[in-house]
């Protein structure tokens, strides 16, 4: 397959990639832009690993073409929901909770907690439970997880 | 950081001060010090296990007030580099930002070991504890010669020493060295801390990093001029077959494809990018061998070829406690296979050069400096050409030992003059690394006296990798044998846990059914029997916290226990309560409550994360997790068709701290032994809720749902 240029809006910035149509996003924002923060873990979907937001939707990014996100789409990766300094609530939160063992589906549970809270921000435990429950985490840090993200609402 | 151990220190200057701490086990290796100059320094080799401790790290002062601590230890999630970071800190009474940790890098740190057998805060985390005490006073003695003032009348403070009762420091400890390394043996066993360290419950260090996706795996690293490389998946169990051909046209035809390499019988394509790769990967034919053994492969098959692996326990005279026993209960249990699905796949780069002399390999790896020696071997090189360089792992859990992909990259990369990142994909990590928490077959026969106490206990475990029973019970006639079977086709792995994860699943289970025969009280029977007073408390402890006795269930619900004594002496007692639904089959665990007792908590943080974590594979492996393999090949290649512990599966989880066992003793570690009774315990809650004992795991809506169609409630 031919390689085309692509026009990417990633984590407010504009972005010029070379790639193959069906390409995962997932590798171009690893490869192209150097954004690594997205976690290769399954490469079906299945573990929340890749997760970033597309227009405020989680998406699994090493199932979504980057034909498609370069549909003139806001794209958010770990790296742009917060920086030191300018840490995001939940970013905090994952901090004082040790929201967290190796890190790995973190950048994941951190894309799917911002995408709840900003739908729903005072959602129940049952709600906090199924809008995360497809992001895996071997180490099995959930419950740290969800006092985090509690944390944030009781906050809010 | 590109500069070897030896540039490392020659940066320090003159004048900076250098440790090596040696600790030892050995009779006769009293606390002494030695100088030596660093050239004359070598790794030294490395046994650490519980009975014999033997291993080094280091700490440099310099240059200026910046410290420097390496140990080959790796960084696995478990938080070492938290732990390391907050005793030495404390110790030292430095600030982070002047301490440097330095981990898994061959050419700059020591063999101290293999990170795993819940042993980083229990024994490089407790060295460091130690080395910091030996520091303090031994630069005290260097200052006060050096500043002319009795060491009466000095205090360490802040990486330095000062006089008391004042305010500055007369001198920085990296102003004391000279060019020389002090090595210093330290016995763990006969040394106590003499100071108590408090508040060390910290964030993890790499805290920030993690949560900005700042925090490099492996996988993120990037080298010029590199390639992605991938195997092909095996149609078999890649040691029941043999590759006979190779096509690999098609996939060369692709212009990102660069290289298909044949290589150990194996197939990799390399390309430009990881799509490439798996776009190359689909169209390179193959044809294979047919398998050499049966498509049947029972459990009993390994049962019939085993040989014995180890007497694990012997005690008394086992045909005699059985016969004097009024009462005597033999069983059968089985478990299954599960895989260690850290979520980083295996990963490595390496970079090999000078015409496949020199090697660097960046690994994620559970032991820096074994994957040296394989690399060196794969390429025939001398192990002094490779440097292993050790990257935070996204989770091991026993899985990245002597993980094969950090020689095979670097092979790839010999082979085709370029870097390379060879990566897993999650089918390569469930069929081709194929290395499986084995399924075993553990028959145990008890013998209890009248009045309740348990006299004798015989068990046999078939393909135990070893470490598979302790004893928890106060048993005076013993026989543990494990049998292994030697030419069993799959890759046999401990992963969080020995083989006592199964053997706990069988003997608690047993002891549960003792009770139940006995008309005692499961619990009742666990105090009456516990080889450690300490386990009274834990077990009072977790059944209080569950409302055990309290009659508070509803129907189908139940309440379970089990005790645990790992790793020398962790001890634990869990309980369990779950809902069955008898529609469904579906069992949910309701509540978790463990009671542990592990010496000196250091890092609650960790502790507590890491308890739960441990729980949460407990339950992964009682319920949901089992591979689908068969004599040819294995079968699981999604998550959607594994099962680990996911959100909707957590429990609230209670968890206590004792110290009854050995009071204010070091940190005895805590990593594998929350998961070990977790399973007991659920399966005791289940018979407890419906009556039913389920003899194998895991206890699938389908098992619940076909017992509970035939089988009557036994009598509880």
């Not at chain 2, 089988?711 to 509880?716: D, G, H, P, V």
């Amino acid at each position: 397959m031919a390689k085309k240029n692509f026009t990417l809006n990633v984590n407010g910035k504009v972005r010029q990639v070379t790639a193959e149509l069906d390409e995962p996003l997932l590798w171009v924002l690893r490869d192209n832009l150097g954004l690594t923060g997205t976690k290769f873990g399954c490469g079906s979907g299945e573990c929340g690993a890749c997760s970033v937001l597309i227009d405020g939707e989680v998406r699994r990014s090493c199932r979504v073409p980057v034909a498609y996100a370069a549909l003139g789409r806001e794209i958010t990766t770990i790296e742009g929901l917060g920086t030191t300094g300018n840490l995001s609530p939940l970013q905090k939160a994952f901090i004082d909770h040790t929201a967290f063992c190796c890190g790995f589906c973190t950048p994941g549970m951190l894309i799917t907690a911002t995408a709840l809270l900003a739908k729903n921000p005072y959602p129940s435990r049952e709600e906090i439970i199924t809008a995360m429950d497809n992001n895996l985490c071997r180490c099995g840090s959930y419950l740290n997880v969800i006092e985090a993200i509690e944390a944030v609402i009781k906050a809010t | 950081m590109n500069m070897t151990r030896r540039q490392f220190i020659a940066s320090l200057g003159s004048t900076g001060l250098f440790y090596a701490f040696h600790f030892t086990s050995k009779s006769g290796a009293q606390t002494q010090s030695v100088e030596e100059p660093f050239t004359a320094m070598v790794d030294p080799g490395c046994v650490v296990s519980d009975m014999d401790i033997d291993y080094t790290d280091w700490i440099a002062f310099g240059p200026g007030d910046k410290v420097s601590v390496f140990t080959g230890r790796a960084e696995l999630g478990q938080g070492l580099k938290t732990v390391i970071t907050a005793i030495v800190t404390q110790g030292l009474e430095i600030t982070r930002s002047n301490l440097a940790v330095v981990m898994g890098d061959t050419d700059l740190c020591p063999d101290d070991g293999i990170t795993s057998g819940s042993s980083s805060t229990r024994m490089v985390g407790w060295g460091f504890w130690l080395a910091c005490e030996k520091i303090t006073g031994d630069v005290i003695a260097r200052a006060s010669q050096y500043v002319g003032i009795p060491a009466d009348d000095l205090e360490f403070r802040r990486g330095g020493v000062g006089r008391k009762g004042e305010t500055g420091n007369l001198v920085n400890a990296s102003e004391l060295g000279n060019g020389k390394t002090l090595i210093m043996t330290i016995n763990p066993r006969t040394m106590s801390a003499g100071k108590k360290y408090t508040d060390l419950k910290i964030p993890n260090v790499n805290a920030e990093e993690i949560i900005t996706g700042r925090l490099k795996y492996v996988g993120d690293l990037k080298k010029p001029g590199m390639l992605y490389a991938g195997w092909l998946c095996t149609p078999y169990h890649r040691t029941v077959t043999k590759l006979k051909s190779v096509d690999a046209g098609a996939a060369l035809a692709l212009p990102g494809v660069k290289k298909v390499e044949t290589v150990w019988g194996r197939v990799a394509v390399l390309g430009e990018r990881y799509s490439d790769v798996i776009k190359g990967l689909d169209l390179v034919e193959t044809t294979w061998s047919e398998p050499n053994r049966p498509k049947e492969m029972p459990l009993e098959e390994a049962r019939a070829n085993a040989g014995l692996l180890a007497v694990e326990e012997q005690k008394g005279d086992i045909n005699a406690g059985l016969s004097a026993s009024d009462f005597t209960y033999s069983e059968n249990y089985t478990t299954h296979y599960t895989c260690h699905c850290q979520l980083e796949t295996d990963m490595a780069v390496a970079q090999v050069e000078n015409g496949g002399d020199k090697a660097a390999v960046w690994v994620s790896t559970q032991h820096s400096h074994k994957a040296k020696e394989l690399i060196a071997d794969a390429l025939h090189i001398p192990p002094e050409n490779v440097r292993s360089i050790g990257m935070p792992a996204g989770g091991a859990f026993g899985g990245k030992q002597a993980n094969p992909v950090n020689r095979e990259a670097a092979k790839l990369s010999s082979l085709v003059g370029a870097p390379v990142k060879l990566v897993y994909s999650r089918k390569d990590q469930f069929q081709l690394r194929a290395f499986f928490k084995a399924a075993c077959i553990i028959e145990v026969t008890s013998g209890v006296s009248a009045n309740g106490k348990i006299l004798a206990r015989k068990v046999d475990s078939y393909q135990d990798v070893g470490h598979g029973t302790k004893h928890t019970y106060d048993i005076p006639h013993v026989l543990v044998k494990a049998y292994r079977d030697p030419n069993w086709p799959l890759g046999l792995a401990s992963s969080r846990g020995t083989s006592y994860v199964q053997t706990c699943f069988a003997t608690e289970s047993h002891i549960d059914m003792l009770a139940h025969k006995l008309g005692i009280d499961p619990l009742e029977f666990r105090r009456k029997n516990v080889e450690f007073p300490a386990y009274v408390n834990l077990i009072d402890s977790c059944a209080d916290m569950i409302g055990y006795g309290k009659n508070e269930l509803e129907a189908d619900e139940g309440i379970g226990l089990a005790i645990v004594l790992h790793g020398g002496a962790q001890l634990g007692a869990i309980a369990a309560k779950v809902a069955v639904n008898r529609n469904t089959g579906k069992i949910t665990v309701k509540r978790l409550c463990g009671a542990f007792d592990i010496g000196t908590v250091i890092n609650l943080n960790t502790a507590t994360v890491g308890l739960r974590g441990g729980m949460a594979w407990g339950i992964g492996y009682a319920l949901s997790e089992e591979i689908e393999l068969d004599g040819h090949s294995t079968k699981t290649e999604y998550f959607s068709q594994y099962r680990i512990a996911r959100f909707s599966d957590m429990p609230p989880i209670d968890i206590s701290f004792h110290d009854n066992h050995q009071p204010g003793s070091p940190p005895r570690g805590c990593g594998e032994m929350p998961v070990i009774p977790t399973i007991g315990a659920i399966a005791n809650a289940v018979y407890n809720a419906v009556g039913v004992r389920f003899y194998s795991t895991p206890i699938t809506p389908e098992k619940i749902k076909n017992a509970l169609g035939s089988a009557t409630r036994e009598a509880i």
